[in-house]
């Protein structure tokens, strides 16, 4: 029983509420005070003293086979996606089982300790039998952390669909045929348009194929003339695929002429496609290209969020050739989001949490979903007493629940000493 808990959304406006838990699930949500305190233990109660508590958190986006290896076998000296890939397939040949399984737990252990209980990661099936080593090793590491993070895995060519043969088609089908929940694509990387039409539509025949999302790494670019989000759009609706097609990234929405862009919009929009951007990878691999004045890394999220489209927030790459931060907080991707996508104000925090909970929920397929009675009784309460505050100071998780059970909690403590003597600060308001 959690008692005392400011729900993130407009519930925290009506105040506090206690929040009972029965056999991993949410049985009720009462006002502050009137929770059934003699059915609990005091082992089995939480005291959040008017801190903030949501659902459990999901990761939308990020890479787990490639975490953590950053500097290996050098860093990455332009900072450019170009050389993260060059990078990339040399390391790549290099990692064992072993290596993938040790740094994707050691980094899904910093996502449960920051409150995430579902990801959704990438791996690479583009480097040959090897590729199906990273593979072997998501799937095991998937069903170690079985219900404690469930993990939703995307098969990403990571290239060329049509340049070589059929040789990297033939490896997603077989990384599916192991098990892998999703399939995944990235047009805007073959050599030529046309090619860039099979490749989405050769993704979308996999997903009708093995009846399964299908989540596309798309024009994740600043080049204007890269259009294949509209494609990707267009073929979801003939093919009435709706809400299992996810956009990510789609930062070349950024760079496109309005009045393209208000149709793709709206066309986005009535694909049902879900998009995630992608706030801490994508502020420093954009804009390399320009001189002065530098664009900005994100998709068009207040046009997308205005026609009803789902948008979620991703970390991506997590220590590694592409961006070498990151430590699996989400209110961190939240943070650097606010900043550069001038969604500052008070009033955007609940857009920035909707993001967060709701949309991300959306992009893993998940139904059932918050703080009610009858869902998974799952938490993380943040040592913060607002919603916006808990984006400003990214406080630590007092509390991770799932399924009624704790997996993770962390204190943070920090002591000043002025004249008067040891003060504790805590950075609330």
Known sequence: MVTNARPVGPATEN???DIEIKD??????????????????????????????????????????????????R????????????LWNETREELTKTDYKR???????????????????HVDVNSGERALEGVEAMLEVRDELAGFVDLQIVAFPMGCLYT??????????????MGLDVVGGIPHREHVREDGVKHIRTVLDLAERYDCQADLHIDETDDPQSRYTGVLASE????????????????????????????LVRLIAESGLSVVTNPMANAVLQGRYDDFPRRRGHTRIEALR???????????????????????????????????????????ASVIWNMLLEGNATVFGLDRYGIEAGNEGSLVVYDAQTSFDAIRTQPVRPLVLRDGTPIA?????????????????????
């Open 409 to 429: 909690h962390s204190e943070r403590s920090s002591v000043i000493y002025p004249d008067e003597g040891p003060t504790t600060v805590d950075f609330s308001r």
């Open 103 to 121: 740094r994707a737990k050691k980094v899904a252990q910093w996502f449960a300790a920051n409150g995430i209980t579902r990801v959704r990661t």
């Open 236 to 263: 979801t609706i003939k093919r009435g695929l709706g809400d299992r097609v996810t956009a990510s990234h789609a930062t070349a929405l950024h760079s496109y002429p309005n009045a393209y862009a208000d149709k």
């Open 164 to 177: 070589g043969g059929d040789s990297l088609i033939e490896r997603m089908k077989r990384a599916l045929d």
């Open 15 to 17: 105040g506090e509420v």
């Open 306 to 348: 205005e026609q009803g489209v789902p948008v979620g927030i991703g970390q991506d790459d997590i220590v590694d050739h592409f961006n070498g931060f990151g430590d699996g907080d989400p209110l961190k991707a939240a943070f650097v989001l606010v900043h550069y996508a001038h969604m500052n104000r008070q009033a955007d």
């Open 75 to 86: 860093w990455n000296e332009t900072g450019t996606l170009e050389e993260g890939w060059r």
């Open 24 to 73: 991993s699930c949410i049985e009720r949500v009462v006002p502050a005070g009137e929770g059934d305190l003699g059915v609990f233990d005091e082992s089995q109660r939480f005291d959040a003293d008017g801190r903030l508590v949501s659902p459990p958190l999901v990761e939308a986006h990020t890479h787990l086979y490639a975490s953590l290896t950053a500097g290996l076998p």
